[in-house]
């Protein structure tokens, strides 16, 4: 055998060397991936508990955070509709009709909030909402 024949067959080892090391590092990566996958299955019904609980309890907050603000809101609408009333008294023409279109479209605005609030959980508003 020549040196040539020596240096490829030493090159040849080598590559099967590298091969091997490649579909061993490649079966480890899947066995981990596995591993993980499994582990996040297992962890997986834990976290929907937590995101259920954690909603419920901000869907808890927020009623009540509402229900403390709903008095100041009643209260501060009935002291803004006389000073309301007043600027649409002052204004004529069509400045009047524009004044009257945003107030009727904030009230609209209003009532689809008060809609989508009052609304259960289970039943998302339509997209034409």
């Known amino acids: 055998m020549t040196?040539?024949?020596?240096?490829a067959k030493t090159v040849k080892e080598a590559a099967y060397v590298?091969?091997?090391?490649?579909?061993?590092?490649?079966?480890?990566?899947?066995?981990?991936r596995r591993g993980l996958t499994k582990q996040?299955?297992?962890?997986?019904p834990d976290l929907e508990s937590q995101v259920a609980?954690?909603?419920?309890?901000l869907a808890d907050l927020?009623?009540?955070?509402?229900?403390?603000l709903e008095p100041v809101v009643v209260d501060l609408s009935q002291r803004a509709?006389?000073?309301l009333e007043g600027i649409e008294s002052r204004l004529s023409g069509q400045a009047r009709e524009v004044w009257t279109q945003l107030r009727k479209?904030?009230?609209?605005?209003?009532?689809?909030?008060?809609?989508?609030r009052d609304q259960p959980?289970?039943?998302?508003?339509?997209?034409?909402?």
């Open 3 to 7: 040196a040539l024949d020596d240096v």
């Open 18 to 32: 590298a091969v091997g090391f490649g579909v061993l590092g490649f079966q480890q990566a899947q066995v981990r």
């Open 40 to 44: 996040l299955q297992e962890q997986r």
């Open 53 to 57: 609980e954690t909603r419920s309890q």
């Open 62 to 68: 927020a009623r009540q955070v509402e229900q403390r």
């Open 81 to 83: 509709e006389p000073v």
């Open 105 to 116: 479209a904030a009230r609209e605005t209003q009532e689809q909030l008060r809609v989508r």
């Open 121 to 129: 959980e289970d039943d998302p508003p339509e997209a034409g909402e």
